[in-house]
């Protein structure tokens, strides 16, 4: 019996989703980092000890748990979108879509450069944050370019898709739609 194959864009796309979900789940551990960085500070300042740059190293897992979720929020349809313009164009959704897909396509990928670029820059001239902590900057820099690459990544992706099966791939909020309200 022939064993059926998967369509080679299907099985990238797949592994796509998968590695945004991963990146999700890499942000909400930088959120419990978040948390048991403040719970250690208030326990430092009960004791009577000194926990110097646990605010500094909470805003670098603040921006990492950002940076990390983007591609994750893009595909769940969590980023602002002109959901109410999308939705008065009626039959021309699709090119809003694509319109919006292409320009943020090339928005990420602009940004994500250049966030490569600054770290990349931070690691050579070995800045380092005025903090206590006197971190490397390249380092909490370094989860920020891989999540401004990997929003890029999802961006471009996203606009692949829609521009060659005709529909989006972001999941829709019932409130853009009244067709896709479940019915009760």
Not at 16 to 22: A, G, K, N, S, V
Not at 45 to 69: E, I
Not at 91 to 109: D, H, K, P, T, V
Not at 154 to 173: C, K, P, Q, Y
């Amino acid at each position: 019996m022939a064993r059926s194959r998967k369509h080679p864009a299907l099985v990238v796309t797949g592994l796509l989703d998968r590695f945004y979900e991963l990146c999700g789940y890499l942000a909400a551990m930088s959120l419990i980092t978040i948390l048991v960085l403040i719970v250690l500070n208030m326990v430092a300042r009960w004791t009577g000890q000194v926990f110097p740059g646990s605010t500094n190293y909470a805003g670098y897992a603040m921006a990492t748990a950002s940076f990390l979720a983007m591609a994750y929020a893009l595909g769940r349809g969590a980023h602002i979108r002109v959901s109410l313009l999308l939705a008065a164009l009626g039959r021309y959704r699709w090119w809003g879509e694509i319109w919006a897909l292409g320009i943020g396509s090339a928005i990420g990928c602009y940004f994500a450069w250049y966030a490569v670029r600054g770290t990349y820059w931070s690691h050579k001239l070995h800045d380092v944050s005025q903090g206590q902590d006197a971190t490397p900057l390249w380092i909490p820099q370094l989860a920020m370019a891989v999540g401004a690459c990997v929003l890029a990544l999802a961006l471009v992706d996203h606009f692949l898709r829609a521009l060659f099966t005709g529909r989006s791939w972001i999941e829709r909020d019932p409130i853009e739609d009244p067709r896709d309200r479940p019915e009760t």
